[in-house]
């Protein structure tokens, strides 16, 4: 582009020159011609008298043929055309990529108007009278704000009935903005002109203002950026149809099918004043994709408003599911590429659910009854409520609130996002998990208030109550878990969470070695029971091991069903099961580099060194737009395994800008390059806690078989997977060696670590969760940091075992400081959930 620029230049400067130099010699001349004599004059009357004149256009073209004249016409020329190429690009070209549409959808509620039927049909009078209106104000607001000359257009969209009375508007609003302008029609700036607008012709306490006599509901304004595709979708488009639900519990079929050659569609619900819309999934067939290509997306509005998103369907449905509106209206976005694929189900008008109840509980805790989430068994609304008042029959009883995959707590400093709870006085926040809790509420006639506070749709919940006994929760013989559950006193300090919090195997002292003398009959703790060292010097501990036995956590679970009381029998080339599923699949964790290990001690990942080339084939850097952000580790030819906190932004979740490097030593050298086609991030992952932090990617092209020695998954642990002291384990990525570093290193690093026990992990940090476990050094020389988020923790058995995937890169305080270890996602909790996904 230089050499370019400078060529024109040149050339440009050539001509320029022209004109100069012969303006410059015409001068000369007639300077001489003014100092001749008489003599010269009469030469030129002679010449003047022999030479034959030109006529007409001859003599003019004679004439502009002279040096001087020929020089300014190409000047012209060449102005002419220059001047008409750069119009033809600016009109083209520069203009167009200068300026650019921003397009904006809008809500809001026109207060003290009756809603009329006839506002439902657009080509109606009244219609295009109220649809007028408003329109005016609206531009009227814009047209006299600071960006009215960006300003180009309002739509109505839509007027519908709404449950607060009044009507509903749904507009689209576009600019013309130059690139250089962009930020001054943000989002939250055009959300603000309008609220400015309306909050400043209010005159009383209400929320409701006057524009131009247009009374504007201020609350209940709300203004997102779309896509383009959104809007030309949306506005005007035949591809848009609109249902109506007119009498509450009938049943409207609703199918959709793409065999003719894909969809994308808009469907807009409505129903009758008052109620809700509750729409039921019966069959959703596409593929499972990154909700761009094959996607149904669920609005609790009448355009596609990103802060109105009740749910997104991105993977085939086959069990039926429902779920509710706010309001009486929903929009249904189709998106299908072509194939057999199709959606059916229906929708109806259903009325609010009174979830205020008086609740007598009995003397006897084994006598119970359940409540339910509104809606139930529904997805609940982003908003909703229900009451209900308990009463014990003996002021010594309180209430005991069971749920089967909820729990409550104290409410912080934070908002809470997944269910508000008021009782009595007190204000707790839900969130989901997956196991049972129990909530016990120590009075007997407790007030609970239940309020919905997810953005969009969450999973419904039901709970058993009960009474209980306040001075003793629980029996004599059992022990009171934080998670409120009643465990025997027997089964504390066994190496099994019973507690699902592991609050019953926590500040427990390391159990004896009750291995016996000479033919003793003293048991043997669980925790070394066939755990694959020998703990006793007869060897009595790992004896029998694959002999089946009742099921638990710590007890290997067989493809039968059954159990055997080796731990670690998962691809350790003994076949222990019956049906021999202990060594199926086991194509993995046997990388080709088999060199001796690095000596262990302080290396400076944090305290990293060098890593070999097919050492770590399941190690995978993963790149977002092109730069390192996260790691990853190979599971499959097309599935991948990385940390949820790298996808918990709403950009990062896109897998469009994600690419996966495989089989890559040094950055910039993969053998092996994919785009991410799919993310699935656990559905009880907690972005404040970083628990269930985990999540699968699906490749987009699965990596070649010929890439196996550089290319290779890491083995999954099973449930029962122990990790012992004779196990090394390793952190690998190319994450900063230090908080202070200001670069990445480009080849990989690796740096031996030690698991801790969950009591010394609790020890650092407080409450981890039992998903999560620590690894480090006490010095903390090694460690992860930056950058490794995402990346493996691989164990090896002694003895040259297979690989397997222990912990993925979670948080930590810091990098490689003292006695703050990492903490890692426990992957063997999650054995069945990645199953249950890439199988």
């Known amino acids: 582009m230089g050499t370019e620029r400078e060529e024109k230049e040149q050339m440009s400067g050539e001509d320029g020159d022209a004109p100069h130099q012969d303006a410059a010699s015409v001068a000369d001349v007639s300077v001489e011609v003014a100092t001749v004599d008489h003599a010269l ?228 619900l409505t129903s009758v004043p008052g109620s809700f819309i509750r729409l039921t999934v019966a069959s959703f067939r596409i593929e499972a994709s990154d909700c761009v290509s094959d996607a149904l997306t669920v609005y609790d509005a009448l355009l596609p408003m990103r802060g109105r998103i009740l749910h997104r369907l991105c993977a085939p449905v086959s069990r039926p599911f429902s779920l509710v509106s706010t309001s009486n209206v929903m929009l249904l976005s189709f998106r299908m590429t072509s194939g057999s694929k199709s959606f059916r189900g229906h929708f109806e008008a259903v009325t609010e659910e009174d979830c205020s109840s008086q609740i007598e509980t009995h003397s006897e805790p084994d006598v119970s009854g359940q409540l339910f989430s509104p809606f139930h068994p529904s997805l609940m609304p982003p908003r909703c409520s229900c009451t209900w ?61 239940f309020r919905c506070s997810s953005r969009s749709a969450a999973p419904p919940f039901q709970a058993t109550y009960s009474s209980y006994n306040i001075s003793q929760p629980c029996p004599e013989s059992h022990f009171l878990c934080s998670t409120g559950l009643c465990v025997e006193k027997s089964r504390r300090c066994d190496g099994l969470d019973d507690c699902q919090d592991e609050s019953d195997e926590v ?129 499959s030819s097309d599935w991948l395994i990385s940390a949820a906190h790298c996808f918990s932004k709403e950009r990062l979740s896109d897998p469009r800008p994600w690419s996966a490097h495989l089989g890559m030593l040094t950055q910039g050298g993969a053998r092996h390059v994919a785009d991410i086609r799919r993310i699935v991030v656990h559905e009880y992952y907690n972005a404040r806690t970083f628990d269930y932090d985990i999540a699968l990617l699906q490749l987009k092209r699965p990596w070649p078989a010929s890439l196996g020695l550089l290319v290779q998954p890491v083995c999954l642990p099973p449930a029962s997977h122990s990790v012992g002291s004779s196990h090394r384990c390793w952190v690998t990525g190319w994450g900063y060696r230090s908080e202070e570093d200001k670069a ?33 050094v006490p010095s903390g020389e090694r460690d992860a940091c930056r950058g490794d988020s995402g990346g493996p923790l691989s164990c090896r058995a002694p003895g040259g075992g297979r690989w397997f995937l222990v912990g993925i890169v979670s948080w930590g305080a810091g990098c490689g400081r003292p006695n703050l270890p990492g903490v890692y996602t426990r992957v063997n909790k999650f054995t069945s959930w990645i199953r249950s996904h890439i199988s």
């Open 41 to 268: 004059h009469k030469m030129c009357r002679k010449y003047r008298k022999t030479r034959r004149k030109p006529k007409g256009l001859k003599r003019l073209w004679a004439h502009l043929l002279n040096t001087p004249h020929i020089a300014l016409i190409i000047t012209a020329v060449v102005f002419v055309v220059v001047v008409v190429m750069w119009s033809l690009l600016w009109v083209f070209v520069f203009r167009r990529e200068s300026n650019s549409g921003a397009y904006f959808a809008g809500m809001f509620r026109v207060a003290h108007v009756e809603f009329i039927p006839e506002y439902r049909q657009e080509e109606s009078q009244e219609f295009v009278s109220m649809a007028n209106k408003i329109q005016h104000v609206v531009s009227n607001v814009y047209k006299t704000s600071s960006v009215a000359r960006l300003y180009k257009q309002a739509v109505i969209s839509d007027l519908s009935n709404n449950n607060k009375g009044g009507v509903l508007v749904h507009f689209w609003m576009v600019f013309v903005v130059p690139r250089l302008k962009s930020p001054a029609v943000c989002e939250e700036c055009v959300g603000a002109i309008f609220r400015d607008s309306v909050h400043t012709s209010m005159k009383n306490r209400s929320s409701v203002g006057y524009l131009l006599g247009l009374p504007v509901d201020i609350d209940s304004i709300l203004i997102n950026a779309v896509q383009r595709s959104d809007y030309t979708s949306g506005a005007g488009s035949e591809c848009v149809d609109k249902l109506y639900a007119s009498l509450p519990g009938s049943k409207v079929p609703l199918n959709v099918f793409s065999s003719w050659g894909g969809v994308s569609c808009h469907v807009k």
């Open 744 to 776: 990445l290193p480009s080849v990989l690093q690796k740096a031996e670590v030690s698991l801790m026990s969950q009591t010394d992990c609790k020890k650092s940090y407080g409450p981890v969760s039992p998903r999560m476990l620590c690894a480090g």
């Open 389 to 449: 008042s308990f009463k014990t029959p003996k002021s010594t009883l309180g209430v005991a609130l069971q749920f089967q995959n909820y729990e409550l707590k104290p409410k912080d400093m934070k908002s809470c996002d997944q269910g508000w709870w008021k009782v009595n006085e007190l204000i707790f926040c839900g969130s989901y998990v997956g196991h049972r809790t129990v909530f016990r509420i120590a009075d007997p006639g407790p007030q609970v208030e």
């Open 507 to 635: 500040f427990c002292l390391r159990p004896a070695k009750k291995c016996g003398g000479g033919g003793g009959s003293a048991p043997l703790h669980p925790l070394f029971v066939c755990n694959g060292e020998t703990d006793c010097l007869d060897g009595r501990d790992e004896v029998n091991c694959t002999q089946e036995t009742t099921c638990s956590a710590i007890r290997y679970q067989c493809g039968s069903g059954s159990c055997i009381l080796k731990k670690n029998a998962r691809c350790d080339g003994v076949s222990d099961c019956r049906d021999g599923s202990d060594e199926a699949d086991c194509d993995c964790g046997n990388p080709s580099f088999q060199g001796a290990d690095p000596p262990a001690g302080p290396q400076r990942i944090v305290g990293g060194v060098n890593s070999v080339e097919g050492e770590w084939p399941w190690q995978v850097s993963l790149h977002f737009s092109g730069h390192l952000y996260c790691g990853a580790s190979v599971l």
